[in-house]
């Protein structure tokens, strides 16, 4: 069973930065064919896609609203993908949201909030 757990969200000052974690389980960053993405969702938009890495591919994807802030990354010996978040501005509150797609099935995480507001 594929599970997928956010954590590290909260409130931040904007110029701030926060870095998301999501920990995946049920499958092998090493072994398996995988898209591990960040998505978010800010009250009364669209739920959008931030960033996104995987294996074999792609390298790293990013939303062009957050190129040069935002950096994705991942342990495979922890089987967990980072969502390092700098220069935040207040545009960036969101729920962010991990999901792992896996043998063409999609898993989602509960959520983390991220609030910017000084």
């Known amino acids: 069973q594929v599970q997928v757990v956010e954590s590290g969200g909260g409130l931040v000052q904007p110029g701030g930065s926060l870095r998301l974690s999501c920990a995946a389980s049920?499958?092998?960053?090493?072994?398996?064919?995988?898209?591990m993405s960040w998505y978010r969702q800010a009250p009364g938009k669209e739920r959008e896609l931030v960033a996104a890495v995987g294996r074999p591919g792609p390298p790293t994807n990013y939303a062009d609203s957050v190129k040069g802030r935002f950096t994705i990354s991942k342990d495979n010996a922890k089987n967990t993908v980072y969502l390092q978040m700098n220069g935040l501005i207040p545009e960036d509150t969101a729920v962010y949201s991990c999901a792992a797609r896996v043998s063409q099935r999609t898993y989602w995480g509960q959520g983390t909030q991220v609030t910017v507001s000084s």
């Open positions: 049920g499958f092998s960053f090493i072994f398996s064919s995988y898209v």
